[in-house]
């Protein structure tokens, strides 16, 4: 009778949990719907249809977020409380199986369910853009400028100079292609599933979503390039970038820069969507993405903050290295993205611990 009783409290508990998590993310939905079916209509009058990619997420998204990382994080949970509680394992078992635990995790998956609606609907813009556009026009002119800023010199050849060995280029290709996955799409998994993570969730997500939106979509679509790895096929000129390419064609790996590139290419030509298709250099989500992190970070710590500036930097150089980006991509991206998120603290204080300890010692 106790444990009916019991079970019927959590039940009872879980439906709350849950109900409370989907009212106040109902912005969040209210926002992917929105941005989903205006992308529908946008390829709709623009008669790119084909371009819809929403059933390719279908086939994969589900697997990773609604099976996978649910798993992984009962499994963290578990083990970071048996260490912490060591023999006392039931507090340990009774928190990770709580009502309020399971609630935020179930109500995060499904957030990343609408989200993988999102994630289809960007691709099938992007994929559109180079045919409503005309082609790739800006990366002639970004390539100059890129070039002015560093007086004169394409940034790539700076730093092949001093890192140009096959080694490296295996260790930036995991790091950029692998690693900066599962640092960003890990780190929204955890802020939606996390009670932990209440206090950040939903700025976190709108700021998320912004980065793809504005940077991935509206300015990609404004000022649309190609990237480096692909300037002599839409400028003819196929000398200045050949030594990069070169350098790069060797690493034949899955997650390869060569690899990649020759798949989005190859989808271009085509004309037809694809897992993660759609070629748009500037300006780069990669750094826009890890740069939100960065200031996520700082709101913990100044530490935690040195260690996410410095990847930002390092995504940065990568991009470039491997020839996905000229060096303005990443700096534009995170002028928008430090804008965007400076600005908001107009509207809420942002709670940054260098702040609070130089209060401190002011007054």
Known sequence: MVHKKQLTQFVVDL??????????????????????????????LTDMTAMISHHLYFQQWPQVFAVVMPVMAIVIDLSILILRFDRRRRLAYRRTFSARRIASL????????????????????????????GGFQYDKIQADIDAWLSFGIDPWRLLHAVAGYDVVRTIVEF???????????????????????????????LFFLFVWIMCGNVLAGTFLSAGPAFYGAV????????????????SQWASSAANYQSYLW??????KP???????????????????????LAERSRRLA?????????????????????????????IVVTLAYFSASALRPIPFPLARRSDATAA
């Open 106 to 133: 179930l109500s995060g998956v499904l957030l990343m369910m609408a989200l993988m609606v999102f994630q289809g609907t960007f691709t099938s813009i992007k994929n559109a853009l180079p045919a409503l556009e």
């Open 175 to 205: 790091n950029y292609n692998v690693v900066w996955f599962i640092i960003c799409f890990g780190t929204l998994f955890f802020v939606l599933t996390s009670p932990s993570a209440d206090g950040i969730r939903q700025r976190y997500m």
């Open 306 to 334: 040195i260690v996410g500036f410095v990847y930002v930097g390092f995504i940065q150089l990568s991009s470039v290295y491997l020839g996905w980006h000229y060096a303005i991509d990443g700096y534009v991206s995170f």
């Open 15 to 44: 439906a709350r949990g849950c109900a409370c998590r989907l009212r106040k993310d109902a912005l969040l939905y209210v926002l992917i719907g929105l941005y989903s079916l205006g992308g529908l209509i946008f390829l709709g």
């Open 235 to 250: 400028t003819g000129d196929h000398a200045r970038f050949a030594a990069l390419t070169a350098f790069l064609a060797p």
């Open 266 to 271: 190859s989808l271009y030509e085509e004309g």
């Open 274 to 296: 694809g897992f993660g298709g759609g070629i748009s250099a500037f300006p780069s989500v990669h750094v826009g993405l890890i740069t939100l992190n960065a200031f996520f």
